[in-house]
T-cell receptor, first 116, second 113 residues
Framework: GDSVTQMEGPVTLSEEAFLTINCTYT??????LFWYVQYPGEGLQLLLKATKADDKGSNKGFEATYRKETTSFHLEKGSVQVSDSAVYFC???????????????FGGGTRVLVKP | DAGVTQSPTHLIKTRGQQVTLRCSPISGHKSVSWYQQVLGQGPQFIFQYYEKEERGRGNFPDRFSARQFPNYSSELNVNALLLGDSALYLC????????????FGDGTRLSIL
């Protein structure tokens, strides 16, 4: 079945440091890929997405490129802030049917802590 | 516009009891999915509903059931609660279409004593 593997955390950084969170996936076909972020006590917020190979998703300074040849979707940010402290989840979706939403398969999450 | 709303926010039950969790999707979204997130792990898919029909089911026992109503809201029911059912239960809604992102509510924190 489909699966997503993320680097284990926690990742501890200083403000303005460069952040990379590795994500690789196993899936049949051509899934869409997502990064979600979860702040303490909250649900998941969509951070960015990519729907086909070589697409680059970006939002709030975060970027990730859909690399089909390496089955990867690594998340990067050039200069992190304390407010970026959260848990980040990589996820993929396979179409269940064209008339419905889709089942998300998540990685285990990576906790990021940014210190002032 | 209101996002996905879930109720209640927190719930405490004892083993063997039954619980019902509720979810209202974003206006215009016809698909609702339920996920279980155990502390320290990623969410696990439980159910997906679209137009009141079950369109997907994860690897959960029959104690878990759900339904979707004509207004597209949804309920998740869990019977004969076990300690291992303690988790954050997340509801997500999406519009139809391939690769459409799912929008999550803040979840219901269920604690089993």
């Amino acid at each position: 079945g489909d699966s997503v593997t993320q680097m284990e955390g926690p990742v501890t950084l200083s403000e303005e440091a460069f952040l990379t969170i590795n994500c690789t996936y196993t899936a049949t076909g051509y899934p869409s890929l997502f990064w979600y972020v979860q702040y303490p006590g909250e649900g998941l917020q969509l951070l960015l997405k990519a729907t086909k190979a070589d697409d680059k998703g970006s939002n709030k300074g975060f970027e990730a490129t859909y690399r089909k040849e390496t089955t990867s979707f690594h998340l990067e940010k050039g200069s992190v802030q304390v407010s970026d402290s959260a848990v980040y989840f990589c996820a993929l979706v396979q179409v269940v049917s064209s008339a419905a939403g889709n089942k998300l398969t998540f990685g285990g999450g990576t906790r990021v802590l940014v210190k002032p | 516009d209101a996002g996905v709303t879930q109720s209640p926010t927190h719930l405490i039950k004892t083993r063997g009891q039954q619980v019902t969790l509720r979810c209202s999707p974003i206006s215009g979204h016809k698909s609702v999915s339920w996920y279980q997130q155990v502390l320290g792990q990623g969410p696990q898919f439980i159910f997906q509903y679209y137009e009141k029909e079950e369109r997907g089911r994860g690897n959960f026992p029959d104690r878990f059931s759900a339904r979707q109503f004509p207004n597209y809201s949804s309920e998740l029911n869990v019977n004969a609660l076990l300690l291992g059912d303690s988790a954050l239960y997340l509801c997500a809604s999406s519009s139809q279409g391939t690769g459409q992102p799912q929008h999550f509510g803040d979840g219901t924190r269920l604690s089993i004593l």
